[in-house]
């Protein structure tokens, strides 16, 4: 029988085939009622997503598929079946399927793929694949770079700005600031090519759930910027207040 994290990596790369099909050709956007941009990619993602899932036997929820009540869920898949639909539209590439598994109100499994460079981070219950470990550990020795904070590309605000020259600057005076799309900010803490990211937009939990997972096995953390506890999950809302998120504290010796 396939582990849930197979079922998992199975739908997120189905995903990944079906978005693509859409992103090779002419698409209508459309504006859903928070004002998000939504493609039929995302609802094709969606679906295969929810059926892939299926033999699971666990609740499904999608950002395109909510269900009325999730409070009796304690166990269930949490779906972004198109992370980065902004990206996704401008076409420069920096989307991804997001899929995580919440156990306990605590994101246990996450899945990111990256359909357009093919390429997947994953991990399960605190522990990295084995792939996974292997890129992680490789690309620390070799990367010397400035301290890296990660801000989004397509919604940046000034509280972003303002907390980098606040909090970080003064302790990282050369740091550089870099821009990226997607869950993709987080897959970069969890390879240890950045340090920071830091969120002060509208995001919800499926944004940022799978990576939450993955970033936890690295050795890293997402907090909430207001008490410096994580990220909740299985909230009476779906909306993150504002989080940074850090890399796992690279090694005296790996430090540039």
Known sequence: ?????????????????????VYAQPFEVYTKDDDSPV???????????????????????????LPEDRSTFNRYWLVDPLDGTAEFVK???EFTVNIALIDDKQPVLGV??????????????????ESFLIH??????????????????SHRTPEVDAYINKVLRPAHPDLVIDTQGSSLKFARLAEGSADVYVCFSKTKEWDTAAADAILRAAGGKVLRISDGLPLEYSKKEYANPPFVAWAAPMPKSETP
């Open 136 to 153: 992680n550990s490789a690309f620390r020795i070799k990367q010397k770079r400035p301290f890296t904070v990660l801000v989004s590309r």
């Open 91 to 93: 076409r420069n590439g």
């Open 112 to 129: 990111i793929y990256a359909p357009v460079i093919d390429k997947m981070w994953n991990a399960e219950c605190g522990m990295q694949n």
């Open 39 to 65: 493609t039929q990619a995302d609802l094709r993602a969606s679906n295969i997503i929810k059926d892939i899932l299926k033999p699971t036997g666990l609740p499904f929820v999608s950002e395109e598929d």
């Open 1 to 21: 029988m396939e582990t849930l994290l197979q079922y998992a990596i199975n739908a997120a790369l189905e995903a990944g085939k079906a978005i693509m099909e």
